[in-house]
């Protein structure tokens, strides 16, 4: 709990680039609710709107006027996003701006979440980007108001973050986003997630080339890379990273069955061991998907709240419209559902087709479904 007192910087826990920050009752569903949707935000909220959850999630309440939590919002993260009244905001941060090259991107967003508005640093923090991206990761409209846009290309921070993709790791965004602003060659692969990334009307500029495999980009020899995949790479395939950008979209669905009163961490152990077998990357997990006799179970409650997963439950009549290569009359006799994990992953992940048949380790079954995007 953060305590605001006039005069003193309150401490934070920052461990993600940007702050979403909400006040009213509407405005935190919206930020909880945008929490999975855009998942690169720490969430902060007033504590009379607790739900109970929140040391789970990693949302930080606090007490106070929001007034007082900005100058350390403005600090540590490169840009706050405030499901606040453009007034207000205004008013609040007019003290504390010192300078455009050094002030983070600031957004605000309406209650319903309609429109995404982009208030202080445009075009050298950020803000009209990050603008874009929110709002299509919430489906609202983006306001833009500077005379002239942002460069028509990709922003390397924020590539598919409206699908909820994270990166790897940060280590390369600055050399990489540098190549990318300076027109050198950037070679791009993707082998998962959506493929709608390109956001604006005129063509991909031409130093930015799309390849089929990473092996093919090694041999173009770029200046910088973006790798999207869910998978873990090769080690013949890690000298494209040497200046390159790894991004996990949000494509694996485990499909899940287990023994009433399972420890999550017997879960979390056999997820683990599971992807590293099949070189999978856990952040690209979307969801946990089972069937609703499972709804009330634990581990899978805390499971995905643990990980930020979606949990999706199915009836065993929805169940068993997936195709099975293994139906189980021991396990229709006990649930209505002749499968359970494997017809789970596939109905979430809308495929018939699975990365791993249904493997059971204790009190666990899992597969794994990789989701299909148009």
């Given at each position: 709990?953060?305590?605001?007192?006039?005069?003193?910087?309150?401490?934070?826990?920052?461990?993600?680039?940007?702050?979403?920050?909400?006040?009213?009752?509407?405005?935190?569903?919206?930020?909880?609710?945008?929490?999975?949707?855009?998942?690169?935000?720490?969430?902060?909220?007033?504590?009379?709107?607790?739900?109970?959850?929140?040391?789970?999630?990693?949302?930080?309440?606090?007490?106070?006027?929001?007034?007082?939590?900005?100058p350390?919002?403005f600090?540590?993260?490169?840009?706050?996003?405030?499901?606040i009244?453009?007034?207000?905001?205004?008013?609040?941060i007019?003290?504390?701006?010192?300078?455009?090259?050094?002030?983070?991107?600031?957004?605000?967003?309406?209650?319903?979440?309609?429109?995404?508005?982009?208030?202080?640093?445009?075009?050298?923090?950020?803000?009209?980007?990050?603008?874009?991206?929110?709002?299509?990761?919430?489906?609202?409209?983006?306001?833009i108001?500077?005379?002239?846009?942002?460069?028509?290309?990709?922003?390397?921070?924020?590539?598919?973050?409206?699908?909820?993709?994270?990166?790897?790791?940060?280590?390369?965004?600055t050399?990489?986003?540098?190549?990318?602003?300076?027109e050198?060659?950037?070679?791009?692969?993707?082998?998962?997630?959506?493929?709608?990334?390109?956001?604006?009307?005129?063509?991909?500029?031409?130093?930015?080339?799309?390849?089929q495999?990473?092996?093919?980009?090694?041999?173009?020899?770029?200046?910088?890379?973006?790798?999207?995949?869910?998978?873990?790479?090769?080690?013949?395939?890690?000298?494209?990273?040497?200046?390159?950008?790894?991004?996990?979209?949000?494509?694996?669905?485990?499909?899940?069955?287990?023994?009433?009163?399972?420890?999550?961490?017997?879960?979390?152990?056999?997820?683990?061991?599971?992807?590293?077998?099949?070189?999978?990357?856990?952040?690209?997990?979307?969801?946990?998907?089972?069937?609703?006799?499972?709804?009330?179970?634990?581990?899978?409650?805390?499971?995905?709240?643990?990980?930020?997963?979606?949990?999706?439950?199915?009836?065993?009549?929805?169940?068993?419209e997936?195709?099975?290569?293994?139906?189980?009359?021991?396990?229709?006799?006990?649930?209505?559902?002749?499968?359970?994990?494997?017809?789970?992953?596939?109905?979430?992940?809308?495929?018939?087709?699975?990365?791993?048949?249904?493997?059971?380790?204790?009190?666990?079954?899992?597969?794994?479904?990789?989701m299909?995007?148009?």
């Amino acid at each position: 709990m953060i305590e605001l007192q006039e005069g003193i910087i309150p401490e934070i826990e920052v461990s993600k680039p940007y702050a979403l920050v909400a006040i009213t009752k509407h405005g935190v569903q919206k930020a909880r609710q945008m929490a999975q949707d855009f998942p690169n935000v720490d969430v902060y909220y007033m504590a009379k709107f607790e739900h109970g959850d929140e040391q789970v999630k990693g949302i930080q309440l606090f007490k106070g006027t929001v007034r007082l939590l900005l100058p350390a919002l403005f600090k540590n993260y490169k840009g706050l996003i405030l499901i606040i009244s453009l007034g207000a905001v205004v008013r609040m941060i007019a003290p504390i701006l010192e300078d455009k090259k050094k002030d983070p991107a600031v957004l605000v967003i309406d209650d319903k979440g309609e429109h995404v508005i982009s208030v202080l640093s445009g075009h050298i923090g950020g803000a009209n980007a990050l603008t874009h991206e929110v709002a299509n990761a919430i489906g609202g409209k983006p306001i833009i108001t500077t005379a002239s846009d942002v460069q028509k290309t990709i922003p390397v921070d924020l590539f598919g973050a409206r699908f909820g993709w994270i990166w790897e790791s940060d280590e390369k965004l600055t050399p990489v986003s540098a190549s990318v602003v300076n027109e050198e060659s950037v070679a791009i692969v993707q082998e998962a997630g959506e493929t709608g990334w390109w956001m604006h009307e005129t063509p991909i500029p031409a130093n930015i080339r799309q390849y089929q495999t990473i092996k093919q980009a090694i041999e173009s020899k770029p200046d910088a890379a973006l790798i999207i995949t869910d998978r873990i790479l090769d080690t013949d395939e890690e000298g494209i990273l040497e200046n390159g950008v790894i991004y996990r979209p949000k494509s694996l669905v485990l499909g899940m069955g287990c023994n009433r009163g399972t420890s999550v961490e017997e879960i979390d152990a056999v997820i683990d061991e599971t992807l590293s077998e099949l070189k999978l990357a856990k952040k690209s997990i979307k969801a946990l998907a089972t069937i609703d006799l499972k709804k009330d179970e634990q581990c899978f409650i805390d499971i995905t709240n643990r990980y930020g997963w979606k949990f999706a439950t199915y009836t065993p009549e929805q169940l068993n419209e997936m195709p099975l290569l293994n139906p189980s009359e021991t396990v229709f006799k006990f649930t209505g559902a002749y499968g359970v994990s494997e017809p789970a992953a596939m109905r979430y992940a809308n495929t018939t087709d699975l990365l791993l048949q249904k493997k059971k380790h204790g009190n666990v079954t899992i597969s794994i479904a990789r989701m299909t995007f148009h």
